[in-house]
């Protein structure tokens, strides 16, 4: 398998290292044109039309901007891609951009499942129907720092948790684009951008990021919960979510695929 990477982040960095034990090393990676001459001698390129045409995969670990940059030409060229950034899919413009480029040219978009869990539960779930899911995201105080929670809260002063945000996934992902895939992808497998229900709180009592999904429908009721650590490189780069890139790849290559 021949992979190209977008993006030299911790997540994108950790996506490299591993792949490279498991016999998989990227051959190429998709960056800035500013960085093209930084680093190590890896080949780099700076555009969709420079990567080599016999690829047979292509992950994108570089944020919600490099797949509106570069996800419609790598499909249009036929690669299949690897996401974690679900989050920018809840601007119905580029889910309609990435469709019809995957269609034109039989390539697909795999998003993978981030930094949450239980997925394919609920995948399952709404064969059968599902009546309501809530996404809750829980926070330290200092973890919301860059979001719109500071002008709501006094995130400093908290000292119960308190929630800041109450709505659709699909207002979550478009309010706080930093934090937005979690929501997003339990939106892409439950209800839906507009049926999902997100809160979103900031919480003095815990020092981890903490997921939930609670889902109910005809296939009964089920509640999940993740408490994620972040990769040792950047504080703010879920673990999981890099583990799950890795985890799409395996499943892609696997003779048997659960």
């Not at 890896?42 to 080599?52: E, F, G, I, T, Y």
């Not at 480029?101 to 609920?122: H, M």
Request: glycine content about 10%.
């Amino acid at each position: 398998m021949k992979i190209g990477l977008i993006g030299e982040g911790a997540i994108g960095q950790y996506v490299r290292e591993t792949l490279s034990g498991l016999g998989l090393a990227p051959v190429v990676t998709l960056v800035r044109a500013a960085r093209l001459n930084e680093g190590a001698a890896a080949q780099k390129v700076a555009s969709v039309n420079d990567l080599p045409s016999d690829l047979d995969l292509v992950i994108d670990c570089a944020g919600h901007s490099a797949l509106v940059e570069h996800g419609p030409a790598v499909l249009q060229r036929g690669f299949d891609l690897v996401t974690v950034s679900v989050g920018a899919l809840a601007d119905p413009d580029l889910l309609d951009t990435l469709e019809r480029a995957a269609q034109s040219s039989g390539a697909r978009l795999v998003l993978a499942s981030g930094a949450i869990g239980a997925l394919d539960c609920l995948q399952s779930a709404r064969v059968g129907g599902l009546d309501e899911v809530t996404y809750v995201g829980r926070k330290p105080p200092m973890g919301w720092k860059g979001s719109p929670a500071e002008g709501k809260l006094d995130l400093a002063a908290l000292t119960t948790a308190t929630e800041h945000f109450s709505g659709t996934a699909r207002q979550a992902a478009l309010e706080y684009p930093k934090n937005a895939n979690v929501a997003a992808a339990v939106a892409m497998a439950g209800t839906g951008f507009d049926q999902t229900k997100v809160r979103l709180l900031a919480d003095p009592a815990v020092t981890a990021n903490i997921h939930e999904i609670h889902a109910r429908g005809a296939f009964g009721s089920f509640s999940f919960q993740i408490q994620g650590n972040p990769l040792p490189d950047n504080p703010r780069s879920s673990a999981l979510a890099a583990m799950s890139v890795v985890a799409s790849v395996l499943r892609e290559r696997a003779a048997i695929s659960v």
